[in-house]
């Protein structure tokens, strides 16, 4: 089982640079969120997605946008990339929430990103 | 907006029992999740809680008052193995079952 793969795993931008973080997962998920993780810190959410063709806004959703267009992917596109994006990007997924047992969330391995 | 809240860094000794606590805010609340990072690794599942009570398994347990909007994780007989941070998430059914984290307690582990 792949269960949530992410690329790239490293990737440095310029600031001003585009670039897309793809994830996918083969485990027929409804669910499935971005977050980020800045060093030493929790993870903030991003954007999240509760099926194809939804998607919603989490904490800190400036500067990025996702789309669902299959339950398998999820990616994330940061058009202007900016140092304060300099972060490591978790993809997670999950099936559907209400009487879900816990341990069904399942997370990539990450995406480290520094843009200068 | 859904506050989560946890110590920031904690430290024990190897072979005593650590408690972290999480509080959270109540309105919406819809499963509460423990999970270990790591330092450079993605979280793991450690935990989940929708009712109130204990829930055991091996050396860790979690714990909810789903009235008083808090958790606690309680790790016994510490190893070494057991440094990492702890972070407590809380999904929300009031928001599309938005599921978001508390900023993590780092601990350390002592010999």
């Known amino acids: 089982n792949a269960g949530v793969t992410q690329t790239p795993k490293f990737r440095i931008l310029k600031i001003g640079q585009s670039m897309t973080l793809q994830c996918a997962q083969d485990m027929n998920h409804n669910y499935m969120y971005w977050y980020r993780q800045d060093p030493g810190m929790g993870l903030k959410l991003i954007y999240y997605?509760?099926?194809?063709?939804?998607?919603d806004k989490g904490e800190v959703p400036n500067g990025y946008n996702v789309s669902r267009s299959t339950t398998e992917d999820f990616p994330l596109r940061l058009e202007l990339a900016a140092p304060s994006q300099t972060s490591v990007y978790f993809c997670a997924s999950t099936l559907r929430g209400v009487g879900d047992s816990g341990n069904t969330i399942y997370f990539g391995e990450g995406s480290w990103l520094t843009v200068v | 907006g859904q506050n989560i809240d946890q110590p920031t860094e904690m430290t024990a000794t190897e072979g005593a029992i650590v408690q972290i606590n999480c509080t959270y805010q109540t309105s919406g609340f819809n499963g509460l999740f423990w999970y270990q990072q790591h330092a450079g690794e993605a979280p793991t599942f450690l935990s989940y809680?929708?009712?109130?009570g204990l829930e055991e398994k091996g050396r860790f347990s979690s714990f909810l008052s789903r009235s008083k909007g808090y958790s606690y994780l309680l790790l016994k007989e510490l190893q070494m193995k057991d440094s990492a941070s702890y972070l407590c998430a809380v999904r929300w059914g009031n928001a599309g079952n938005m599921l978001t984290f508390g900023g993590g307690t780092r601990l350390m582990v002592k010999p």
């Open positions: 809680n929708v009712l109130d």
């Open positions: 997605s509760v099926g194809a063709g939804i998607t």
